[in-house]
C-alpha cells in the first residue's frame, strides 16, 4: 500500500462510513501457486468492545473456498473513487501529475459457518438490499431453491485484525493548487471525478 502520513484518513467514523458505501470487496488469500479473489458483497459489525467483523458467502469448492479453508490469513480490499490529476491544474511547476483515490484495506481471520450460520448469511444480505414487499424478497423465495443454495453456497465470518487506508486527495499541494484540481474535475462528465472533487474540496483549509 503506498502509505504517506498526509494521505491517511484518521477519522475512525469516515472510513467506517466509506467501507458501508463500498461494501462489494476485494476478498484475497493464498492459493496453492498463485494468490486467489473473489469480488463479494459484505456486511460490517461493530461489537459493544469495538471489535469488527464482516460477513458474507460464496460459492463452495472454488479455488478461494479451498484457499481459505487451508489458510484463514486475508486481505479485504475496498475500493472507492478514483480520478487522474493533470499536473496542468498545478499552480507549481515541474510537478508529475498523479491519480486520487480512496481505498481501505483489512486484514483478518476468516471462520466458515455451518447451514444455518449460510442460511443467515444469505438471508442478511439480501434482506439489506430488498424490501419486504420486493418480489426478490428472501421471504418470497421458496424453501426448496434456499436449500439448494445452501449446498452450493457457504456463509463466513472475518474478524478483522489490522486495517489501514490512503485516502490520497492532493493534501501535499497549496490549497490554491487543491481549488484548482476540484474546479477542473468538476467539469469532467465521470462521476468518479465529481466524487473525487467533492472529497478534495472537504480538506482544503
Do not use: C
Not at 73 to 86: A, E, M, Q, W
Not at 154 to 172: P, Y
Request: proline content about 3%.
Amino acid at each position: 500500500m503506498y502509505k504517506l502520513p498526509y494521505f491517511t484518513e484518521t477519522d475512525h467514523e469516515n472510513i467506517i462510513a466509506f467501507i458501508r458505501e463500498n461494501p462489494f470487496a476485494i476478498v484475497t488469500g493464498f492459493g496453492e501457486k498463485y494468490p486467489v479473489a473473489s469480488h463479494l458483497p459484505l456486511q460490517l459489525h461493530i461489537k459493544e468492545d469495538g471489535k469488527m467483523f464482516f460477513s458474507g458467502h460464496l460459492m463452495k469448492n472454488t479455488d478461494h473456498h479451498k484457499a481459505f479453508e487451508k489458510n484463514e490469513h486475508i486481505l479485504l480490499i475496498f475500493n472507492g473513487p478514483h480520478s487522474y490529476v493533470s499536473a496542468s491544474w498545478y499552480t507549481e511547476k515541474n510537478v508529475a501529475s498523479t491519480w486520487n483515490y480512496i481505498t481501505v484495506h483489512a486484514k483478518g481471520k476468516i471462520r466458515f459457518t455451518d447451514e444455518e450460520g449460510t442460511y443467515n448469511a444469505i438471508k442478511a444480505i439480501t434482506d439489506q438490499y430488498e424490501g419486504a414487499d420486493s418480489p426478490a424478497s428472501f421471504e418470497n423465495l421458496s424453501a426448496e431453491y434456499v436449500n439448494r443454495l445452501i449446498k452450493a453456497i457457504i456463509g463466513f465470518e472475518i474478524e478483522v485484525t489490522e486495517m489501514d487506508n490512503v485516502f490520497k486527495l492532493s493534501q501535499n499541494h497549496t490549497a490554491e493548487t487543491r481549488k484548482s484540481i476540484v474546479d477542473h474535475l468538476r467539469e469532467a462528465s465521470d462521476s468518479n471525478a465529481h466524487t473525487i472533487a467533492s472529497e478534495v474540496d472537504k480538506r482544503i483549509d
